[in-house]
């Protein structure tokens, strides 16, 4: 394609996917996809129980099956292992973490023993000859109850909390003497869900026996991140551990915290010789294993109000679920404070945040991570007080929203938002979803006794995180910052190639990459090769490299961005010379011999392959001078971030806020409970858009997400801690068939924080959630119900509305007036 | 996942006779629907084997049961684990024994539950509990036939 007419960049267009003639003809190579010789499979013995002591594990049935080649139990990890790293300080700090349980096991689900084997399905058949004997343990699978530690789940730790910290800023105190209203919120819960990507986990790991070095083919999406815990975990060396990532078939965050798996590969590698041993996650252990987003619990929230509406002060206390084992917590429980106001102005503040270890799937980073907690959590305060006081749910909001003219804006506890304009966002939702129409459709179907409710969601997407956050939670972390690194060279033969150290899974980082470079060298994106991927040894990447955290757009082009300015820098050093002008006088373009360097003041021009010949290999005709002329550039972008304040918590946390507005008309169906959406609006800012239909795409994709989330998608545990929705018939991921119909719109509000006024997005910040919970509280807020859960569907709506189980407005909201 | 079940019903036996066929395994355990095998290892402790199926999961559960209990003529009462088709099962079954109004024979109250782990609670979690409690019944109804 071309560029639209008058348009100056390749950043903007439209430009259809590079990637999508490789992927939909099926040409993507997938971890599943490589087979080495000599290969093994590896299959785990999972417990059923949540909690339980081992009392012995018998391999020796599964051993003398022909084509078992051998088994691993936890006692021959601890053996040769160390704990994997906690970044907690203690108590979860003590915690001992190995990738096969060793004395007990903690959740249901958790790898016991593995086995290997010649094939798959010989190795599924062999770990049904495993035998475990298990004496069952009390379970704890709420965290307020594993607060009380009657039952504890690390007894090292001597506490099932992870982490606590208050977070305070402000005048708390003054501002509720102060206020006019407050409105007592007595519990809501954020529930546990997680994320379905077409691909499950994937590892092939083999140890090679000839140069103790360790070869990965994996799809974990942080490998960065993977290799610092399993070098420790290992004891080898980080430089003898090679991971590599080819396409990935969606990760959402789940697969960052693959490492366990991985480890336990290596090590069956090492038993089986040196034989390549590859394990291929089900479905089922996806579900039940892999990890669960954070669960959260916001207790006593009690919310300063003025005579307007307008929130001055918000005190709560929130207990954080994050299964069995931390593993990359108690990151979260900072995470959330990203976005600490929400979009809103308060100032005054102080959450009292715990986490605390069930005997439920460990969490790991899903879409939205941390904040998308957080945020529901504002949404729904907002929008109780909103009903409350007879103040509209637009209303409420403009109140509060912080200002167009306000950013950059400074949050209460030191985060700079970038750009943004909420109520701009609200009014084009308003008119695309037809508000005062909806309002009369409403109106008239109530008289009806239909249930119609329209609900607002504003939300946030934090991309490019400041790792420096790690030491509000533990002072001793030795992270900070953020990094991404880029290579961009002429090949021999001239062709631009771009590397870069993410790992993408759909996000179109090949187009994207191509779309900056092009504009740099001012040729079409088709030019560039552009190879993602990561690789440890022959890839470029830094210790925060990875596809993660809605940071791409910012932090890997950035990089993308440096490199080819680099090389630019470099091709007009050498035209300069080659074509006898001044570097002033050269401009890049693509003339008949392809990609070339033209002097406009002589006509002379030099193609790139000229270029590329003389650096590689016809170097005689260089000067001296010119030696260091490499046409193969690398980039590190680096964050300009400082180390957050660790006493005060304070500081900027991340480089760049993305915004979402969402809007749902919602009908509860009075005969099944059911809550159907009648209408859907996602508005999305993203600041400077670089490919318009990859944006929309993973809006799309968000909205599905958060959708299924809000009304589908839950893992239930029964009070033993059986995972009650291991298998997508209960489970029930949304797919294309429960979408509804979204009208999408967006705004631009350019980021001053990034080189291309980009911010990072793709998380969504769970919009949909919030939204939807909003529509639910308007179509029952007069049948006197409170949506105090983020997860409603027909059945908790039936509870709620019949069996008068939950969320009585009476039992969970008390407003005081002070007048 | 909790299952319990509970009744009663009597017999024209005595108690005493009751208790003695109750505490017996060999007499007991093969009254257990689909039963398949039973290894006796001493006086209060036996393993035995049935079939289960739930919809397409199939396969044999070993279930170690111990007589906790045994006090002639008024009560017995056993408590088992095993394991199936990837989970395992936890459960306590007792029996009340009392002599009816002109020792005309005995009323047995029962009452048990069952604890089941694993992933079955997932693939058949609904089916488990009607499942549970139709084996429970065959096994009170061999209990009232055996007993006649």
Known sequence: ?819 | MAIKFAGDFEVKRTPEEVHDFLVDPNKFAALLPDFQGLLIQDSTHFTVRVKVGISHIKGTAEVKMELEQAERPKRAQYKGQGSVAGGNVALTAGFDLSALDGDSGTKVVWQGEAQVFGRLTSMAGGLLEPLGKKQVQKLIDGLQAALR
């Open chain 1, 1 to 819: 394609m071309s560029k639209k007419d008058g348009a100056k960049n390749w950043v903007g267009q439209a430009l259809p996917r590079k990637e999508e003639n490789r992927l939909l003809r099926g040409r993507g190579k997938f971890a599943d996809d490589i087979k080495l010789r000599e290969m093994l499979y590896l299959r785990f013995v999972r417990s059923p129980y949540a909690h339980a002591r081992i009392v012995s594990v018998d391999v020796s049935a599964a051993e003398s099956l022909a084509g078992v080649v051998g088994t691993l139990t936890g006692a021959e990890i601890a053996a040769q292992t160390q704990p994997f790293i906690e970044i907690a300080p203690d108590p979860g700090g003590k915690i001992k973490d190995y990738p096969l349980a060793i004395s007990k096991v903690r959740y249901q689900g958790e790898p016991v023993a593995a086995v290997v084997a010649e094939s798959a399905s010989l190795a599924d058949d062999a770990a049904e000859l495993v035998q475990v004997e298990y004496e069952a343990l009390d379970p704890v699978v709420d965290a307020e109850a594993a607060l009380t530690d009657r039952s504890i789940l690390h007894e090292e730790a001597g506490t099932n909390r992870v982490w606590n910290g208050v977070f305070e800023y402000g005048d708390v105190d003054e501002a509720f003497r102060e206020a006019e209203y407050v409105v007592n919120i007595d519990r809501m819960h954020f529930h546990r869900f997680s994320s379905t990507p077409l691909e499950n986990n994937v590892v092939i790991a083999q140890w090679d026996p000839k140069d103790d070095r360790i070869y990965y083919e994996c799809n974990n999406s942080f490998p960065s991140f993977a290799i610092q815990f399993l070098s420790a975990h290992l004891g080898v060396h980080i430089d003898r551990i090679r991971v590599e990532t080819s396409d990935i078939g969606g990760s959402f965050g789940i697969k960052i915290t693959s490492y366990p798996q991985m480890a336990v590969c290596a090590l069956a590698s090492k038993k089986a010789g040196g034989r390549p041993v590859k394990w291929v996650e089900t479905r089922s252990e996806h579900i039940t294993s892999s990890a669960h987003g954070n669960e959260r619990t916001f207790r006593d929230t009690r919310v300063a109000l003025d005579k307007n509406g307008v929130i001055t002060a918000l005190v709560s206390r929130h207990i954080d679920d994050c299964g069995a084992y931390p593993r990359y917590e108690p990151l979260g429980c900072v995470i959330w404070s990203q976005v600490f106001p929400g979009v809103y102005r308060f100032k005054n503040a102080r959450i009292d945040f715990t986490q605390a270890v069930t005997n439920k799937c460990p969490v790991g980073p899903n879409r939205g991570y941390s904040r998308m907690q957080h945020l529901w959590f504002l949404e729904r305060v907002v929008d109780i007080c909103g009903h409350e006081l007879g103040i509209p749910t637009d209303e409420i909001r403009l109140r509060n929203y912080i200002r167009p003219e306000e950013f950059p804006y400074t949050t209460p506890n030191g985060c700079v938002y970038d750009s943004g304009n909420y109520p701009k966002m609200l009014q084009v939702a308003k008119e695309r979803i037809g508000w005062d129409e909806w309002k009369e459709k409403q109106a008239a179907a109530r008289k009806e006794g239909r249930l119609i409710g329209i609900g607002i969601g504003t939300t946030l997407d934090s991309g490019t995180n400041n790792f420096g956050q790690s030491q509000i939670v533990n002072p001793g972390a030795p992270f900070s910052g953020n990094s991404q690194g880029a290579n961009c060279k002429l090949d021999i033969y001239g062709e631009v190639v771009v590397s870069v150290g993410s790992c993408p899974q759909g996000q179109g980082h090949e187009t994207t990459a191509a779309q900056v470079v092009a504009d740099v060298l001012n040729i079409h994106p088709d030019r560039i090769t552009v190879r993602t991927g990561f690789d440890t040894e022959r890839n470029v990447h830094t210790g925060f490299s990875g596809t993660y955290a809605s940071q791409f757009a910012v932090s890997g082009l950035s990089a993308v961005h440096g490199a080819a300015q680099k090389l630019k820098a470099e091709m007009k050093r050498l035209a300069a010379f080659l074509l006898e002008a001044k570097e002033d006088d050269l401009e890049f373009g693509t003339g008949e011999q392809g990609p070339e360097i033209r002097a406009t003041s002589t006509g002379k021009s030099i193609n790139y392959w000229g270029l590329a010949n003389v650096v590689n290999v016809n170097s005689a005709v260089l000067p001296p001078e010119l030696y260091e002329l490499t046409l193969n550039c690398r980039y590190i972008w680096r964050a300009p971030f400082k180390v957050p304040d660790k006493q005060k918590k304070y500081g900027n946390l991340t480089l760049t806020y993305a915004s979402q507005l969402h809007m749902a008309v919602v009908e509860i169906e009075r005969d099944t409970f059911i809550p159907r959406i009648l209408d859907y609006v996602a508005v999305d800012d993203c600041g400077t858009v670089i490919n318009p239909p990859i944006v929309e795409g993973q809006v799309y994709g968000a909205t599905a997400h958060g959708i299924g989330a809000a009304l589908m998608e839950n893992c239930v545990y029964d009070e033993v801690g059986n995972m009650l929705t291991s298998t997508f018939s209960d489970y029930t991921p949304i797919t294309a068939m429960n979408m509804p119909k979204v009208k999408y719109a967006h705004i631009e509000t350019p980021s001053p924080h990034s080189y291309s006024g980009a911010k990072g997005m793709g998380e969504g910040g769970a919009a949909p959630i919030h939204t939807i919970s909003a529509a639910l509280q308007d179509a029952l807020f007069a049948s006197g119900i409170v949506i105090d859960d983020s997860f409603n569907n027909g059945d908790s709506l039936f509870r709620a509305m019949v069996a008068k189980e939950i969320s009585q407005a009476d039992k969970l909201v008390r407003v005081e007036k002070r007048v």
